[in-house]
């Protein structure tokens, strides 16, 4: 967009407003629409689209862009971090999908847990703990669910190490088992 004033003839461009639903950033991704809250907008935002039928969250995961800093499909004022929260909402009456991404620093990948707005993600808040690394303040169970209780780092993290764990493979005939 640009912005002419009477009698100049210099065309200043301006940037295409950001489109807001309750006052969080709205993109669209292939039909889809997709909500950027900042943390302190996080819970309040669930629980609005909760009570306009998003009754059903699909899932939560967790996405490192360590080895993706310049991504697209953020709004404009939405500031990339190295962490994602993406959350799926589905509202079955209306046939609507709403997907809310997330921004969260590494320094600081601390997050308000959704357990007790959606309490089916409990499971999925864990594992992207577990696995990322990320805190969700307030869960009532943050223990592993994946890893053992002593294992040390979050395996999904783009600059944790590969392989410490070497495989051992066994002749299935020494134990016992079927013979092919």
């Not at 308000?112 to 089916?120: A, D, K, Q, R, S």
Request: negative net charge; contains cysteine; proline residues 10%.
């Amino acid at each position: 967009m640009s912005e002419v004033t009477e009698g100049a003839t210099d065309v200043v461009p301006t940037e295409p407003e950001v489109e807001l639903l309750h006052g969080v950033p709205v993109t669209d991704s292939l039909g889809q629409q997709v909500l950027h809250p900042t943390r302190e907008q996080y819970v309040p935002l669930v629980e609005q689209l909760r009570s306009e039928g998003y009754w059903m969250a699909v899932d939560l995961c967790g996405v490192d862009h360590l080895l993706t800093p310049g991504r697209r499909g953020l709004p404009t004022g939405t500031e990339p971090e190295r962490f994602e929260v993406v959350v799926n909402l589905l509202d079955h009456r209306n046939r609507r999908r709403t997907r809310i991404r997330l921004q969260v620093p590494d320094g600081d990948a601390v997050v308000p847990t959704l357990f007790h707005v959606h309490p089916g993600l409990e499971a999925s808040e864990r594992e992207t703990h577990d696995l990322l690394g990320i805190v969700f303040d307030g869960h009532p169970d943050l223990s592993r669910i994946l890893l053992p209780d002593d294992w040390v780092g979050h395996p999904l993290r783009k600059d944790e190490s590969v392989g410490r764990i070497p495989v051992q493979f066994k002749d299935p005939t020494a134990s016992g088992g079927p013979r092919p």
